[in-house]
C-alpha cells in the first residue's frame, strides 16, 4: 500500500504519526517506510508511534545500523543457513527460498552461540532491505515487500522437538514481528507434512493478524503449489524444480550453487562444549528457589555500555534485562525474559543503554521449587569513548 492509496481517515492517521516520529533518527526516511509501521498497528497513531520508538531503540541497543558493514557472520551460517534471493516475483519484489526442512537445525545451533543465530536473523533482514532500496532507485514504485517460498521437504519431528531451535525460533519470529513491520508480501509454506501444523498452531500466537493473512500453506501435490507460485512469480523467476524453468550455470534445477539449501553441518564447526568455570574477578550470590534477584545500574550517560558475563552452577536461570524511568514505574524490556543454560555455557552479552534511566537485571529462579541457585557474574557499565576520552 502507498500513501496515495489512503483514505481520509488514514491519511490524517499517517501525518500524525508523521509528525509525532519528527525527532527521530530512521534508517530510511521514506513515506513508505513510515507507513508499514502504521498498517502494522491498525492505523492507530499511537500504537504506531511506540512501536517504532521502542524499535528505534532496539537497533541503538543492538547497532543494528551497522551490522552488514561491521559484523562479519559465522561460517556456519553463512554456508548452512538455508535461504537465499532466488529473482523477483511479478511485482518485482525480491523472492527468497527457505529450504527449511533441508537444514540441520540441530548442528547450526551446536556450531554457532543463540545470540549469534538471532543477530543473523538482523543481519538478513538489513541486508534484504538495503538491496531493496538500491533496487527501488531503478523502479517507478518503490519494492517494499518480499516473497518467500518456505520448502518444508524433509522436515522431521526430531527437527522440531529440539528444544533450542524452538525457543531460537520464536524469539527470531518476535524480532521480526516488533522491527521489520510490513515487509512480506506473501509466504508460501510447501511440502508442509502433518507436524508442520502442530508447529504452526504454536507459531501463530506470535504472528500478528495481517501477516497470518499473507501466509498459504500447501502440501505434497507439487501440481498444486506449482501453479500457485508460477501465478505469482514468472517462470524464469523460478527454478525448475519449484515449477518454473531456471536453472544454475551446472544445471541444476535447485540452483544450489547461486542459494543456499542447508545440508549436514560438519562437526568441524561445533562449538567446544567446555563446562564454565568461576573466574577470579566475579561475585558470587544465591537466588532462592521460587525467588528473583535484581541488580541496578543507574546510567548516567547515554550510549553507555552494559556488559554482561555469568555462569550458574546448579542448572539454568531466568534472565530478564530492562529499565525503568524511576522506581516503581512502567518496565521496558531490553533483553527479554529467557531461561539460559549457563551451567552448560558462560552467558555474555552486551547492549547499548539508549536512556539515562535505571537499568535492571534480574535473574529469576521462579520456576524451580526444590533448588536455589548459585549465580557467578560480572556486570559492567561503560562510558560512551567520548565521555571516556574527556576524562
Not at 145 to 169: C, H, W
Not at 237 to 262: A, E
Not at 364 to 381: A, E, F, G, M, P
Amino acid at each position: 500500500m502507498f500513501v496515495s492509496q489512503l483514505n481520509e481517515s488514514q491519511k490524517e492517521s499517517f501525518q500524525q504519526l508523521k509528525e509525532n516520529i519528527r525527532d527521530c533518527q530512521l534508517i530510511d526516511t521514506s513515506d513508505e517506510y513510515i507507513l508499514k509501521w502504521l498498517i502494522a498497528r491498525s492505523f492507530d497513531a499511537g500504537q504506531a508511534e511506540k512501536m517504532l520508538r521502542r524499535s528505534i531503540e532496539w537497533r541503538r541497543a543492538n547497532r543494528i545500523d551497522e551490522i552488514v558493514d561491521q559484523w562479519e557472520p559465522p561460517m556456519a551460517l553463512v554456508k548452512y543457513y538455508p535461504m537465499g534471493i532466488i529473482g523477483c516475483d511479478k511485482f518485482s519484489c525480491p523472492v527468497l527460498i527457505v529450504s527449511f526442512g533441508n537444514a540441520d537445525w540441530r548442528g547450526i545451533l551446536q556450531s554457532v552461540s543463540k545470540r549469534d543465530y538471532l543477530r543473523y536473523i538482523s543481519y538478513m533482514a538489513e541486508r534484504n532491505l538495503a538491496a531493496m532500496r538500491k533496487n527501488s532507485s531503478n523502479q517507478v514504485n518503490p519494492i517494499l515487500y518480499q516473497t518467500f517460498i518456505v520448502d518444508m521437504e524433509g522436515l522431521s519431528m526430531n527437527q522440531m522437538a529440539y528444544k533450542p531451535f524452538r525457543e531460537v525460533g520464536f524469539e527470531g519470529i518476535q524480532i521480526c514481528e516488533a522491527n521489520y513491520p510490513e515487509s512480506l508480501r506473501r509466504i508460501f509454506v510447501i511440502n508442509a507434512p502433518k507436524v508442520f501444523t502442530f508447529v504452526f498452531n504454536m507459531v501463530k500466537p506470535f504472528l500478528h493478524p495481517v501477516t497470518l493473512d499473507k501466509i498459504s500453506v500447501f502440501g505434497f501435490d507439487k501440481s498444486e503449489w506449482s501453479a500457485a507460485l508460477l501465478k505469482e512469480i514468472d517462470a524464469d523467476q523460478l527454478p525448475v524444480h519449484y515449477g518454473g524453468t531456471m536453472t544454475d550455470s551446472k544445471g541444476d534445477p535447485k540452483c544450489s550453487s547461486l542459494i543456499s539449501l542447508g545440508g549436514e553441518v560438519p562437526q568441524s564447526y561445533y562449538m567446544e562444549a567446555i563446562k564454565p568455570y568461576p573466574k577470579s574477578y566475579m561475585t558470587t550470590l544465591t537466588v532462592p528457589n521460587c525467588g528473583k534477584r535484581k541488580l541496578e545500574f543507574k546510567i548516567t550517560q547515554v550510549n553507555s555500555m552494559l556488559r554482561w558475563e555469568f555462569m550458574t552452577e546448579e542448572g539454568d536461570i531466568g534472565f530478564r534485562l530492562y529499565y525503568v524511568k524511576s522506581r516503581g514505574e512502567q518496565k521496558f524490556d531490553v533483553v527479554n525474559m529467557e531461561r539460559v543454560e549457563s551451567h552448560l555455557v558462560m552467558e555474555e552479552g552486551e547492549i547499548v543503554c539508549t536512556r539515562p534511566v535505571l537499568y535492571v537485571v534480574e535473574f529469576d529462579n521462579s520456576y524451580s521449587y526444590l533448588r536455589s541457585k548459585s549465580i557467578w557474574y560480572r556486570i559492567t557499565v561503560d562510558l560512551p569513548k567520548s565521555e571516556r576520552s574527556a576524562s
